[in-house]
């Protein structure tokens, strides 16, 4: 048995320690609730990144590209998600380490020559995002395995403010649809045997499963419509969506197109938007917490997406997972470090997990951000991830329809991925990549308030942007 923290030994002592830890965590969750709210009221205008130098950093984009091409090319299934504390790395792991390290010396690079700022990375919008990454790398401190923590939370910190860096140089709406659509291309190309095969078997939605790419070809849609170009880019957006496959994606979507309606100047239309959002939440929350009440729906939709009943009923394996997760943590108040529910074997009870589900049940993740945040972190990590959906709502609400609609489809597939609560993945790319748009197209006539206001006058649209460099 592995050799917990001093938070654990706590957490698994005496009842009455563990009542003490539990009123205590409850009153640091609240403090941490109250120093993000101020932080989110009073820190929130901050001044956006100011750059004196635009245009597409190309080595960053072979840098994403790069590491992109090798999860997918050398990335290997693990049987044993233990295998990795031992020293058992294949070359995937190895690759990803060399790819992490080259965006790591290029992001110092950056910040010494005095292109970026780091205090630039606590400005809004970033500021409530690099808070939570701060907390994910203290908590390797106190986590069940500190080495995999720390080296994942630096990972993610590097991949973000990248990120940043990247997507703050480009100063127009087309330039980041034109990358997103180029990474999710890449994402085809990378996979192009696997879909042959999806293909001549008949598999078309989810032939290239994928949990994290409907939330860049969803983007690449909505956000794509604000260019000249917003056929092509609509078109590669849907394509991405359906090729990708994931059936918790599909409400998401239907409920983000209801928020977009609501921005609509439209009494009607707002009305439809408002109630219609309401509507799709309150079916997902009622098929999450009871899917046999829905057999009728499930039918219906199996045959639609080519998918088996049997996933629609089980997640996919997510009630399991999700159950397995929070019985082994919910008296864990400070979590067991970011990235620690892919080992949750390690505090024991898994024999007998098996032996009730009749096979060995392997966990490599939470598959829901607001479970991850609380196993990394635990209260503290649940109310960062609440505030950071509250930061990018606010702050993406300012400029209308297109970007709130990415952002709120981002919070809601969280219910089924990690997300923003997990390792650097596509939906943290597509995450800083709206963020900078919204920054990059502040003005009172915003290319992305015109998805849905057509009505409105109409400037001159060649594919650039209409806002103020930034």
């Known amino acids: 048995m592995h050799d917990v923290g001093w938070i654990d030994h706590i957490q698994r002592g005496s009842s009455k320690g563990a009542s003490q830890l ?7 969750g609240l403090l941490a609730f109250l120093c993000f709210l101020y932080i989110e009221i009073a820190k929130s205008s901050l001044g956006i990144p100011r750059l004196r130098k635009h245009g597409c950093d190309f080595f960053v984009v072979f840098l994403f590209l790069g590491d992109s091409a090798q999860y997918y090319l050398l990335n290997t299934g693990r049987t044993d998600a233990l295998a990795i504390l031992t020293g058992d790395f294949n070359v995937g792991n190895i690759s990803a380490a060399i790819w992490t390290t080259a965006a790591a010396l290029y992001l110092g690079f950056v910040l010494l020559v005095g292109r970026f700022r780091i205090e630039w990375f606590f400005r809004a919008p970033y500021l409530s995002i690099f808070v939570m990454i ?32 990247f997507f703050t140089r480009l100063d127009s709406l087309f330039s980041t649809v034109l990358f997103l659509s180029v990474y999710c291309t890449t994402w085809v190309v990378l996979n192009f045997p696997v879909l042959a095969e999806s293909l001549s078997q008949g598999i078309v939605f989810s032939a290239i499963k994928d949990n994290f790419l409907p939330a860049v070809g969803f983007c690449v ?21 359906v090729l990708a496959g994931s059936a918790a994606a599909v409400p998401c979507a239907i409920a983000a197109c209801f928020v977009g309606l609501a921005f609509n100047r439209n009494v009607i239309f707002k009305l439809v938007g408002c109630v219609g959002f309401l509507s799709a939440l309150a079916c997902m929350i009622a098929y999450l917490w009871a899917p046999e009440e829905f057999m009728g ?6 045959g639609i997406l080519q998918k088996p009943t049997a996933e629609f009923l089980t997640a996919t394996g997510r009630y399991t997972i999700w159950s397995i997760i929070w019985d082994a943590t919910k008296d864990d108040y400070f979590g067991l470090g970011f990235g620690s529910d892919r080992f949750i074997q390690l505090l024991g009870g898994m024999a ?23 196993t990394a972190t635990g209260w503290l990590g649940v109310v960062a991830l609440f505030f950071v959906y509250v930061a990018g709502i606010r702050y993406c609400s300012y400029d209308g329809a297109a970007a709130t609609m990415a952002v709120t489809f981002i919070i809601l597939d969280g219910l089924a991925v990690p997300g923003l609560a997990g390792f650097f993945s596509p939906v943290w790319l597509t995450w800083i990549a709206v963020h900078s748009t919204v920054a990059t197209e502040k003005s009172s006539e915003s290319v992305l308030f015109k998805i849905v206001s057509p009505e409105l006058p109409q400037n001159a649209d060649n594919g650039h942007d ?5």
Not at 22 to 28: G, R, V
Not at 138 to 161: H, N
Not at 297 to 302: E, G, H, K
């Open 297 to 302: 729906l499930i039918d219906f939709v199996s």
């Open 22 to 28: 539990s009123a205590l965590s409850i009153f640091i």
């Open 134 to 165: 701060l907390l994910y790398l203290a908590s390797s401190t106190w986590s069940i395995v500190p080495l995999f923590t720390l080296y994942r939370a630096c990972e993610l910190a590097v991949w973000v403010g990248l990120s940043v860096y």
């Open 466 to 470: 209409h806002a103020a460099a930034i």
């Open 352 to 374: 007998e997990v098996n032996a009730r589900f009749g096979s060995p049940i392997i966990v490599m993740s939470a598959h829901d951000a607001a479970l991850s945040a609380w």
């Open 221 to 241: 849609a909505v956000l794509g419509w604000g260019t000249r170009f917003r056929f092509w880019f609509c078109v590669l957006g849907m394509i991405i969506f």
